[in-house]
């Protein structure tokens, strides 16, 4: 049984962690090894909180333990909690070492082949002792990283959803493609940013799509559009590689590039130096 009462000032990090892992384990035995502690120790110590927290977390489910609705708001506070601490550390470290410590940096693919180049290398070059990781996803998908703490900064199509947010640049895109092809088109997926801004430059200016194929990467829809035949609205560092696509319109849509941090954190100087080589 429970007390209807409780205190949480019982509550630890490493009962959250533990937790943490349970949540994001399928069993006791993965989430045990995830945290290198035995399973009886990874049992008590959910027990614990268990009776920090006054109420059931976990319940059988056969053979299994499934997460309570109660234990998914502890879980959803697990992560908070241990995210902002692992930042913490992350900046106390950084003032005792300096220009040491680990940046994780999320990016559209734009920004990983052309757009951010040069300040990223810089970044390297000027930063060797950084550890510095790089993830290449979706917008929306990357967002989802910074609010996880599995990334510190992501580089996304705007407007974000979520976040602090610094505009980096507005990015023009063209019309390519063979004057023969009629309305068939080659475009980034439908429900993405890049596309609604695309979708928007085209009935803007009175165009007819027939969507034929669709990809996420700039350099596959300019191959696709070579393939097919068909148009494609790419900005011109894309299209103009790997032998040019002709182009028929100019400026046919716009997207606009913001770099994103979490919200009620402050930003580390790793993080707010490599916003301002973003933006230089």
């Known amino acids: 049984m429970f007390a209807e009462a409780f205190d949480l000032e019982g509550l630890t990090l490493q009962q959250l962690r533990y937790f943490n892992a349970v949540a994001a384990g399928e069993t006791f035995a993965d989430a045990a090894a995830l945290i290198g502690i035995s399973q009886s120790a990874l049992s008590q110590g ?14 059988r489910d056969g053979r299994r333990r499934r997460i309570t609705d109660a234990g998914e708001l502890v879980a959803e506070y697990a992560r908070r909690v241990l995210g902002e601490s692992e930042m913490l550390a992350t900046q106390l470290d950084e003032r005792r070492r300096g220009r040491s410590g680990r940046l994780r940096v999320g990016m559209i693919d734009a920004a990983a082949l052309y757009l951010f180049t040069d300040a990223i290398a810089g970044f390297r070059d000027d930063s060797p002792d950084v550890e510095l990781s790089i993830a290449v996803d979706g917008s929306a998908e990357l967002e989802q990283r910074l609010a996880d703490f599995r990334d510190d900064i992501v580089i996304v199509v705007g407007p974000p959803a979520r976040g602090v947010t610094t505009h980096l640049l507005a990015e023009p895109m063209h019309l390519y493609g063979p004057d023969d092809a009629g309305e068939d088109f080659a475009l980034y997926p439908a429900g993405s940013r890049t596309r609604a801004a695309i979708d928007r430059g085209l009935a803007a200016a009175d165009v007819t799509a027939r969507v034929i194929a669709e990809s996420g990467n700039p350099a596959v829809l300019r191959e696709l559009c070579r393939l097919t035949g068909s148009h494609t609205v790419l900005p011109e560092a894309v299209a103009a590689t790997s032998g040019p696509l002709a182009r028929l319109e100019d400026d046919i849509a716009q997207r606009d590039i913001y770099a994103v941090t979490r919200e009620h954190t402050a930003a580390t100087p790793l993080v707010a130096d490599f916003i301002s080589r973003l933006t230089a």
């Open 46 to 59: 959910v027990a614990r909180l268990e009776q920090v927290t006054g109420t059931r977390l976990l319940e």
